[in-house]
């Protein structure tokens, strides 16, 4: 069975950096396009990064050049290196096929102070 595990969250000032780290196990982690979505309190989760199998990263507008995806295949992680981090970028962070093909892990929770 395929599990996602967040870890690298935690309580930053804004202006701030995390780290974020995901690891798959159960699943041949290489052929997938990996993403990383968010949901803060009240709202849908959304889609915040995404990374090819072949390393084509892609950001939306409201965390494009503060946020950086990459991916480690020989070690099934994903990562998210969080730059810049304002109060909206507050909420818990997941990881999961561009698809979402994989049961949700339990993500790792961003909070960010003004």
């Known amino acids: 069975q395929v599990q996602l595990v967040e870890s690298g969250g935690g309580l930053v000032q804004a202006g701030g950096s995390l780290r974020l780290s995901c690891t798959a196990s159960?699943?041949?982690?290489?052929?997938?396009?990996m993403a990383w979505y968010r949901q803060a309190p009240g709202k849908q989760r959304e889609l915040v990064a995404r990374?090819?199998?072949?390393?084509?990263?892609l950001y939306p507008d409201s965390v494009k050049g503060r946020f950086t995806i990459s991916r480690d295949n020989a070690n099934n992680t994903v990562y998210l290196q969080m730059n810049s981090l304002k109060p909206e970028d507050t909420a818990v962070y997941y990881c999961?096929?561009?698809?979402?093909?994989?049961?949700w892990g339990k993500g790792t929770l961003v909070t960010v102070s003004s």
């Open positions: 990374i090819s199998t072949g390393g084509t990263t």
């Open positions: 159960g699943t041949i982690f290489s052929i997938n396009t």
């Open positions: 999961n096929t561009l698809g979402i093909a994989y049961p």
